[in-house]
């Protein structure tokens, strides 16, 4: 059985690092923000993540975690994490955000 290597989508705005552990932005003002992989899956905001918190099993760490694929949509980004998780979009001006917090 051989096993298809990660994806890493690029897009004008963003590109993957070459070892899968963060994710830089260019922001409209022509800024880079770079956001390492474990902040981005910490930070997820998706419905399965968000109960995962309120019910007190939600990781306070994600160590090695890698950015396999990440998708465009426009308003935001799908980041698939070497985890399995792909369920998150981030939106752009969260991401903006995140890279502030």
Do not use: Q
Not at 47 to 54: D, E, I, P, W, Y
Not at 70 to 98: E, Q, T
């Amino acid at each position: 059985m051989s096993m298809t290597p990660p994806i890493a989508t690029e897009s004008p705005t963003c590109e993957v690092s070459a070892d899968l552990a963060s994710l830089s932005m260019v922001e409209t003002d022509g800024s880079r923000v770079t956001l390492a992989a474990e902040k981005l899956r910490l930070f997820c905001k998706c419905a399965h993540c968000t109960r995962a918190r309120f019910d007190e099993r939600f990781p306070d760490r994600f160590p090695g975690i890698a950015i396999v694929e990440v998708s465009d949509l426009g308003y935001g980004l799908n980041i698939s994490f070497s985890d399995g998780h792909n369920r998150g979009i981030y939106p752009k001006s969260y991401l903006a955000g995140l890279a502030e917090h």
